[in-house]
């Protein structure tokens, strides 16, 4: 297996890659699920306890009036005199109509109510999501696909969109009509009521076995999508874009989502299907029971068994068929909790997630740690990427060294030795697996993240830029920088005059990642942004390797005026860019071969000295980062 600065890469990442594509497929295990899901309703307990409210009278008030048919029929209609009896019929008539108004008015409150609390917690859920995402450490990002990650913020998150909203008020509601309508039914005739419900226990079986099969369809159907995702992520940016059309891929990559696209539907095709036969079942038992009824009532009647009257039949019939709505809709119900189970797993299964690094409880400001800001200090650092296998070389091995405040210094080496991961370690975006990075001659495992942070500027060579104006990228630095600022910035970087030529100045979009501009103004803009910044310690890492020679030369000025009265950590493959640095220290196979300036190492002639014959004679080197 290839190893790059310690990330596998090849077969490794495939079969790794494959792991959580069988991982994501079938929904996480997740203890004590339905209680954590209604936790996520606690912070709206007023709402949740008036939607309660309101359910329960909307469903109480919904049964009365198929009582009052049977008076409707044998006190109204047809009276024990014979005659209609108008004035009663007039009375359970307005009564009727009245609960129906009723009843109405509460359902769109209902409804306002559910939609307000179940959006809410949805809307609430995202976020909480997409904060423990924020936390995650970079290594998480670099394994997983982004395509996955949006996925789950996004359409996981939305496919439990109709439990969080519906659920509360269809399971309350339904509830009490389905035991309010089975009351009545048994105080208007208990014999019927048993012909009517002898099947039930049967019914409530088979709905569970489809819910489980539909819960495992719902996750496959979901990693369906999240594979769909990644693919428009990855092929529908502009680097996506435009890799494919450089290569003449298009029809590939649209055979490759046509693929995704045939397997989501089939799966949501099953998805929906999966449930069908057994409603239909349900439909075919339920309204083939009055026709049962009225034939069990005529043996009765003619068995002399009950006092089963004409009103009380059509009463009976008429509760019965208001038990099929709300029986099925928890039926259903019960499926979707069942569905969405799968979801909900996943959701939680991101929120469980810990991250690698976490800020000390008794954490420090810099401002307050014992040194002078500036200072950068290795103490016996090793590092070992933590996908990296246990036995592989670690891609830093007892590394000592210490950079004085303002003190210019660069580490070379041939790719893979290791440079970028001291960057890395600097910034605390990976924890060192042993020995001390210190900052402000203070351990930074007890320093606050956001403070280191705040002092140390970062310029890479993939430089990102948002789809928005120059303005607007550079202020991401600093958000209440006055425009006189950005200009200052600008200038310092060697980019105002540029920018300026612009018919929209800074207001111009830059497009995404910067595509309307070149290597070079992006690699400019980058820099203003960290002068914005102003941070005491700079980190280049190949800030310069990807431009042309002239741009090169543009940048490397702009550089040299953002290092000046900083310390500065320079990653360089092109040592032009660092002979003029205080002190070079050479990384060979994760270690410190050699350390001096520039003349003391050509003198010593080492490993540096090669590397500088080589790119001076002509001799091309290799410009990944390590």
């Given amino acids: ?55 329960l009278v909307t469903a109480a008030i919904s049964v009365i009036p198929p009582l009052l048919v049977e ?95 519906n659920t509360v008020s269809s399971v309350l509601g339904n509830t009490v009509n389905v035991i309010a309508a089975f009351v009545a039914m048994v105080l208007i005739s208990w014999q019927l009521t048993v012909v009517a419900l002898i099947l039930m226990p049967i019914l409530v079986f088979v709905q569970r076995r489809v819910g489980q099969v539909r819960a495992r369809i719902a996750g496959q159907a979901q990693e369906s999508l999240s594979d769909m995702t990644a693919i428009t992520q990855e092929t529908l940016s502009v680097s996506g874009i435009l890799l494919s059309k450089t290569f003449n891929r298009q029809r590939s990559e649209i055979d490759r989502y046509s693929d995704a696209n045939r397997t989501q539907i089939r799966l949501q095709v099953r998805q929906a299907m999966s449930g069908q036969g057994f409603f239909a079942l349900v439909n075919i038992f339920m309204s083939s029971i009055p026709a049962i009824v009225y034939l069990c009532a005529g043996f009765l009647i003619t068995g002399g068994i009950g006092d089963i009257t004409a009103g009380a039949i059509v009463a009976f019939t008429t509760v019965q068929s208001r038990l099929l709505f709300p029986l099925t809709s928890l039926m259903r119900v019960a499926l979707d909790l069942q569905t969405s189970g799968a979801l909900f797993a996943r959701i939680f299964e991101y929120l ?49 060294f210490a950079i004085e405040p303002g003190e210019f210094a660069a580490f070379v080496g041939p790719s893979g030795a290791g440079k970028t991961t001291i960057s890395y370690l600097v910034a605390r975006l990976y924890d060192a697996s042993s020995g001390t990075v210190r900052f402000a001659g203070h351990d930074v495992r007890e320093l606050t993240q956001g403070s280191i942070i ?13 789809h928005a104006s120059i303005a607007e990228n550079l202020r991401y630095a600093k ?148």
């Fill in 1 to 55: 297996m290839s190893m790059r600065g310690g990330r596998p890469v090849g077969g490794a990442a495939r079969a790794d890659a494959n792991a959580l594509k069988r991982e994501n497929a079938s929904a996480p295990q997740i203890p004590h699920l339905f209680r954590r899901i209604m936790a996520l309703f606690r912070p709206h307990k007023l709402a949740v306890s008036l939607t309660v409210a309101v359910v």
């Fill in 454 to 466: 705040d002092n140390i500027g970062i310029v890479s060579q993939e430089t990102y830029l948002f």
């Fill in 352 to 400: 469980d997630l810990a991250p690698a690094i976490t800020e000390s409880p008794d954490a420090v400001d810099v401002a307050d740690a014992p040194g002078p800001i500036g200072s950068v200090r290795f103490e016996n650092v090793s590092f070992r990427y933590p996908d990296a296998p246990e036995k592989s070389r670690p891609t830093l091995d007892s590394v000592s």
């Fill in 71 to 165: 008076d409707a029929f044998d006190v109204g209609l047809f009276p024990p005199s014979g005659s209609p009896n108008l004035d009663a019929l007039g009375v359970i008539v307005a009564a009727m109509i009245g609960l129906y108004v009723l009843s109405a008015g509460l359902g769109v409150g209902q409804a306002y109510l559910t939609a307000s609390v179940g959006n809410s917690v949805m809307g609430e859920l995202r976020v909480t999501l997409f904060e423990r995402l924020q936390a995650m450490e970079l290594s998480f990002f670099t394994r997983t696909k982004t395509g996955v990650i949006q996925s789950r913020l996004q359409n996981d998150v939305g496919g439990v969109a109709n439990a969080l909203t």
């Fill in 479 to 626: 958000p209440e920088a006055t425009d006189a600022e950005l200009e200052v910035a600008a200038r310092a970087a060697n980019i105002h005059d540029t920018i300026a030529a612009f018919p929209e100045g800074y207001d111009t979009t830059v497009g995404e990642r910067g595509y309307r501009l070149s290597g070079g103004e992006k690699q400019r803009l980058a820099i203003a942004r960290v002068m914005l910044k102003d941070p005491p310690v700079m980190l280049l890492d190949e800030a310069t390797s990807a431009l042309d020679s002239l741009s090169e030369r543009v940048v490397q000025r702009a550089l040299d005026a953002a290092s000046q009265g900083r310390t500065t950590i320079a990653i360089a493959h092109r040592l032009s860019t660092i002979v003029g640095a205080d002190r070079i220290l050479v990384i060979d196979g994760g270690r410190i071969a050699e350390q001096g300036t520039h003349d003391e190492l050509v003198q010593a002639d080492g490993v540096y000295a090669r590397m500088y014959r080589e790119q001076s004679g002509g001799h091309g080197v290799s410009q990944h980062p390590s």
